[in-house]
């Protein structure tokens, strides 16, 4: 299941990248490609407009109007006029003289004639005065046009065509496309290699969180199974002997509470988790007097701790209000104290402490039972994690309330940590903020 996410997350990665490469590769090549001709037209339209007004250009039209005569699609030199355009030749342009109907005059720089002039840009001429576009001109050659006459739309007297080849805005054009093109995969390849890993890294966490959600269950439906094997087992035992009176099986009946008792918690714990996992057990703000919780949990733990033989001693000094949810406060106090008992040893103490102290609520619970070995402290907070378990189901623990507590405390922005020592005593300290 792991591989084909991973395929699937390098695949959405190359297609997302293919995309973005795609259209930022379109804008750059459109971009300069718009810029190259824009380059092109700017001098075809100058030198076109700075040779028709020119002086010289009026001038050798002055004297050779009368000689100019079409030529057929050659050049004849004594008959085409030599005009000095010296600035049109050094940017590698050329030029075409022509009548009204296109037929050329002059073609000074022997351009060949099998697709110039373009006489559909000569026909506009008769409606517009100038002219640009791209023209082929055979074996994938094009030339950007520009036209132009002197005189009126109605008798033009000459129509001038100067044109721009295009190879080296070809050639720079074909070379950042082959730029871009292998710049783009090469950039899709290593983003799919990269994303490979990337997606392996990616990956970590979640099968970790599988890993522990499949090792909860696992452990959930061990902990189901034992109280219901102990419930039927009891039950099987009274269908055995139907005749006897309720007093002569009250200790199987008294195994089937006590067990019943213990699905109950479990399966509340099981369900607090599960909320909280999903994000839908949210809490219900409101103002805490965590002082009187104090008071109220020691006061219901009182019982407990004198069957247990354990002096429970609260200290409230002053009040403490915050913000929080009662019921779920309430919940940590009775996680922590009924440890502090159940873990204890007889004639021992149990302590709850509540201080404040920078703008915080400093909660401690401290025993002076059996202690943890410092092994254990780094995996108190996981799920079933039980020091004893033995000692821990037969004090009706499920394993699952260091957990709840440590989910309380982080949904209300606090923090919980423990210490230890071994045949002394353990004491959990909670920092809540008070906001
Ligand atoms: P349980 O239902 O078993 O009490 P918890 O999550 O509350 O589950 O506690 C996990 C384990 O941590 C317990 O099984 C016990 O081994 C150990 N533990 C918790 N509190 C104490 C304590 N005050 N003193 C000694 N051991 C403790």
């Known amino acids: 299941?792991?591989?084909?996410?991973?395929?699937?997350?390098?695949?959405?990665?190359?297609?997302?990248?293919?995309?973005?490469?795609?259209?930022?590769?379109?804008?750059?090549?459109?971009?300069?490609?718009?810029?190259?001709?824009?380059?092109?037209?700017?001098?075809?339209?100058?030198?076109?407009?700075?040779?028709?007004?020119?002086?010289?250009?009026?001038?050798?039209?002055?004297?050779?109007?009368?000689?100019?005569?079409?030529?057929?699609?050659?050049?004849?030199?004594?008959?085409?006029?030599?005009?000095?355009?010296?600035?049109?030749?050094?940017?590698?342009?050329?030029?075409?003289?022509?009548?009204?109907?296109?037929?050329?005059?002059?073609?000074?720089?022997?351009?060949?004639?099998?697709?110039?002039?373009?006489?559909?840009a000569v026909a506009v001429m008769s409606v517009t005065r100038a002219d640009l576009r791209t023209v082929n001109v055979g074996s994938g050659n094009k030339v950007r046009l520009y036209t132009t006459r002197l005189g009126d739309a109605a008798r033009p007297i000459v129509i001038?065509?100067?044109?721009?080849?295009?190879?080296?805005?070809?050639?720079?054009?074909?070379?950042?496309?082959?730029?871009?093109?292998?710049?783009?995969?090469?950039?899709?390849?290593?983003?799919?290699?990269?994303?490979?890993?990337?997606?392996e890294r990616a990956l970590v966490p979640i099968r970790n969180a599988f890993r522990r959600q499949h090792e909860f269950v696992a452990d959930a439906s061990h902990e189901l199974r034992t109280p219901l094997t102990l419930i039927r087992a009891n039950t099987e035992m009274l269908t055995r002997h139907p005749e006897l009176p309720v007093a002569a099986n009250l200790d199987c009946l008294n195994d089937v509470l006590r067990e019943t008792d213990h699905l109950n918690r479990l399966v509340n714990d099981l369900l607090t988790l599960a909320r909280a996992d999903a994000g839908a057990d949210v809490l219900e703000w409101e103002q805490v007097a965590l002082d009187q919780l104090c008071q109220e949990a020691s006061r219901q733990f009182a019982p407990l701790a004198a069957a247990h033989n354990v002096t429970l001693e609260v200290n409230t000094p002053s009040p403490c209000v915050l913000r929080g949810d009662p019921g779920r406060l309430r919940q940590l106090l009775l996680i922590l104290l009924d440890n502090a008992i159940k873990y204890n040893r007889p004639g021992g103490q149990a302590t709850l402490s509540l201080r404040v102290e920078r703008g915080q609520a400093i909660l401690t619970v401290s025993d002076t039972g059996m202690g943890i070995a410092p092994e254990h402290l780094p995996h108190l907070f996981e799920r079933f994690y039980r020091v004893d378990k033995a000692r821990s189901r037969e004090m009706g623990g499920v394993g699952l309330g260091l957990s709840i507590a440590h989910w309380i405390v982080t949904a209300h922005r606090g923090r919980i940590q423990v210490s230890s020592v071994p045949d002394q005593g353990s004491i959990f300290t909670i920092f809540l903020p008070i906001q």
Do not use: K
């Not at 805005?169 to 950042?176: H, I, P, S, V």
């Open 1 to 120: 299941m792991f591989n084909r996410i991973r395929w699937q997350l390098v695949g959405w990665n190359v297609l997302v990248l293919s995309v973005i490469l795609f259209l930022l590769g379109s804008g750059v090549y459109l971009l300069f490609r718009y810029s190259l001709y824009r380059g092109v037209d700017e001098t075809l339209v100058l030198r076109g407009e700075r040779l028709i007004r020119g002086e010289a250009f009026r001038e050798l039209l002055r004297l050779t109007g009368t000689t100019l005569r079409p030529v057929p699609n050659q050049i004849t030199p004594s008959v085409a006029p030599v005009i000095p355009l010296s600035p049109v030749e050094a940017e590698g342009l050329f030029y075409l003289l022509l009548d009204s109907q296109g037929r050329v005059l002059a073609n000074p720089q022997s351009v060949a004639l099998d697709y110039l002039p373009d006489l559909n």
């Open 160 to 199: 001038l065509q100067v044109g721009h080849p295009l190879a080296p805005q070809e050639t720079a054009l074909r070379g950042l496309l082959i730029l871009l093109v292998s710049g783009g995969l090469t950039g899709v390849f290593l983003s799919a290699v990269g994303g490979f890993f990337l997606a």
